[in-house]
């Protein structure tokens, strides 16, 4: 038998912390009520806990990868000075469409819920098991990622109406509240009277019944997959007209300096009075090309 740990995977804002919108400034970090104690009771129970969060601003342009990992780093001190771990924390940049104003960061990600990117990556970083983890959030995408990445789901919301428009397992109204349902909620295997209950942070995974194993490999591969091709694209979207022009540009003054070097060398005088006149030609249009150059990393 081969053990695989459980994981709770959490969204971040209005579930863990406080949401001002585009949270930019670490010390305006602020952990929800009874937040640390849910995350406190998942690690005394042996699971893995693991923030999964959009992060549009940084396409946005609203703050960039490094104030969010100051805000995650404050995110994980406050949480700590209660006694509760976070194993890890995976976010996704990206945005596509016209808001995005960072163009590397403009496109569409398999990470961005409500793609179950962000869990299957952890799951293989982790060497989680999915059928036995939970995705608990406030939003539709939350549900969608989790039931996507074949993960039970705790849907956090006061709003009864709103409960009923989302295909959540459970229903809770805050954290603590969703570790309660949990820890209570244990699979199947834990149901029968004449199996041992195993520690609830862990699932055992049959080594003689592969074909779930293969099929998380498989999904695993078309996300590489879809990395890769995002990557490409990304080398494609790099092509600019300015820099175009600036290799244009350049080759033109290499071209009209051999010229005037030609001229030059020739030892007739009255072509090597026209040589100054390439020399400085070729130099004017050779800071066109450093100018549409750093124009364009500019960009």
């Not at 199996?195 to 194993?213: E, F, N």
């Amino acid at each position: 038998m081969i053990k695989k740990q459980a994981a709770v995977f959490l969204d971040r804002d209005k579930t863990l912390i406080e949401d001002p919108g585009y949270l930019a400034d670490p010390n305006e970090v602020k952990l929800l009520p009874g937040a640390a104690d849910a995350v406190r009771r998942w690690n005394e129970a042996g699971y893995r806990v693991v923030v999964v969060t959009n992060q549009s601003g940084v396409a946005r342009g609203l703050i960039t990868e490094d104030q969010l990992q100051d805000i995650h780093t404050q995110l994980e001190m406050l949480l700590e000075e209660q006694d509760a771990t976070l194993d890890a924390i995976y976010y996704c940049p990206y945005l596509d469409g016209p808001e995005a104003i960072v163009p590397k960061y403009r496109r569409d990600s398999p990470l961005r819920k409500p793609k179950p990117g962000m869990l299957l990556k952890a799951a293989d970083d982790l060497d989680l098991d999915l059928s036995h983890s939970w995705m608990v959030g406030d939003r539709i995408e939350d549900i969608q990622a989790g039931l996507a990445a074949g993960c039970k789901t705790v849907f956090l919301t006061e709003d009864t109406e709103q409960s009923s428009e989302v295909d959540a397992d459970f229903v809770a109204d805050t954290l603590l509240s969703a570790s309660d349902i949990v820890l209570n909620g244990r699979d199947e295997a834990a149901e029968q009277p004449d199996a041992p209950d195993p520690p609830p942070g862990l699932s055992t995974v049959d080594t003689a019944a592969p074909v779930q194993r293969d099929q998380l490999l498989d999904v695993l591969k078309d996300v590489r997959s879809l990395l890769q091709q995002q990557q490409r694209e990304s080398a494609q979207r790099d092509f600019s007209l300015a820099r175009l022009g600036a290799t244009l540009f350049q080759i033109v003054a290499i071209a009209i300096l051999l010229w005037g070097l030609n001229a030059f060398i020739s030892g007739d005088e009255a072509s090597a009075a026209i040589a100054l006149p390439r020399f400085v030609l070729a130099g004017v249009i050779q800071l066109v090309a450093l100018t549409l150059y750093v124009t364009d990393r500019s960009n």
